[in-house]
């Protein structure tokens, strides 16, 4: 047994290591909730949600009732609270073939004097990804994109968490509101300050707060070198 203790909803849980190996769930009086049957069984949030993997080396969610909430098919899934909600990233990935815009032009090859049997372009493939940011109460989903896997995944899935129901998504400020995230503003450059941002329109920035009103009557143009 893991001695990590989480505090969830209702129900304090502790990751179990059973006999056979595998992962399940135990509560304090070490009664199991949920059986054994996982490779890996993360500690569950604060709001109820714990990350496992399975025999097939796939990702998915559980509540503490031991419900599967999120199907056991990603790659790669991590979870973060948000206040009382629960951001969700998740990762599929697939093979497919280039398309004619993404071909690459290998050494040796050329269109014009290629030989016959020389299938490079035609059979090049390529790793995908699937990338996703959810919230689990709702399902309402944050951002959906495929990317090559080779890419760095940081510009796509990094989410700043201000406090008080409100994080930057790619330049986007979003506030939680009865549980559903909505965009405040956009063109976020930067967190100077709790309530200060540097928002950009153009070659100028401004300061503003959390609800997209200018703080600073000043404008800030980048330094060109």
């Known amino acids: 047994m893991i001695a990590t203790t989480v505090e969830t909803n209702s129900l304090q849980l502790y990751p179990y290591l059973g006999s056979n190996g595998l992962y399940g769930y135990a509560d304090t009086a070490m009664r199991l909730v949920v059986s054994p049957c996982y490779i890996t069984a993360n500690k569950f949030t604060h709001t109820g949600f714990a990350v496992v993997q399975d025999t097939t080396l796939q990702y ?54 290629s030989s016959k049997n020389d299938n490079r372009l035609f059979d090049t493939k390529v790793n995908m990804s699937k990338l996703k940011i959810t919230i689990i109460e709702n399902k309402q989903v944050i951002y959906d994109n495929e990317v090559q896997t080779s890419e760095s995944y940081r510009y796509h899935m990094e989410v700043n968490n201000l406090g008080d129901g409100y994080f930057l998504h790619k330049r986007k400020l979003y506030q939680l509101n009865d549980g559903k995230a909505k965009v405040i503003s956009n063109h976020i450059e930067n967190v100077i300050g709790y309530d200060q941002l540097f928002q950009v329109n153009g070659n100028n920035y401004y300061i503003t707060d959390r609800n997209n009103r200018k703080t600073d009557g000043r404008i800030f143009r980048k330094k060109t070198v």
């Open 60 to 113: 998915g969610v559980i509540n503490t009732l031991g419900n599967i909430v999120v199907p056991i098919k990603y790659k790669h899934i991590y979870l973060q609270e948000l206040d009382n909600y629960t951001l969700m990233w998740t990762e599929e990935t697939y093979t497919t073939r280039w398309r004619f815009w993404n071909w690459r032009f290998l050494p040796g090859l050329s269109l014009m004097g």
